[in-house]
């Protein structure tokens, strides 16, 4: 068994859905792979990894504001603020 690693860097412009379809699909497509496993893991503490169809561009839309309903802005909500502004959004970030 072969193991190979990559480190994908994603830029990113606050909260929200970011799209790494393309960047892991090219780096699958340099290896001559028949089969295999793929393991991707988020180093982020604030992240987290979404698998979704895609068909239609309004899913992502429709995911987003289900998360802003799910876990809203509000100042004194949370008490977890340990790793500063980039943790938790603040009210003013908002879009």
Same mark, same amino acid.
């Given at each position: 068994?072969?193991? #190979? @690693?990559?480190? !994908?860097?994603?830029? #990113?412009?606050? @909260?929200?859905?970011?799209?790494? #379809?393309?960047? =892991?699909a090219a780096w699958v497509a340099t290896h001559?792979?028949?089969?295999?496993?793929? #393991?991707?893991? =988020?180093?982020?503490?604030?992240?987290? !990894?979404? =698998? @979704?169809e895609n068909a239609a561009p309004e899913v /992502?839309? %429709? !995911?987003?504001?289900?998360m802003r309903r799910l876990v809203p802005e509000?100042?004194?909500?949370?008490?977890?603020? %340990?790793?500063? &502004? %980039?943790?938790? &959004?603040? =009210?003013?970030? /908002? /879009?």
């Amino acid at each position: 068994m072969i193991v #190979t @690693q990559h480190r !994908l860097t994603v830029a #990113t412009r606050g @909260q929200g859905l970011h799209e790494a #379809t393309l960047e =892991i699909a090219a780096w699958v497509a340099t290896h001559d792979m028949a089969c295999g496993l793929l #393991t991707v893991f =988020i180093r982020h503490t604030s992240a987290s !990894l979404l =698998i @979704q169809e895609n068909a239609a561009p309004e899913v /992502r839309d %429709d !995911l987003e504001a289900f998360m802003r309903r799910l876990v809203p802005e509000e100042t004194g909500r949370y008490a977890h603020d %340990d790793e500063g &502004p %980039d943790d938790m &959004p603040r =009210i003013s970030a /908002r /879009r």
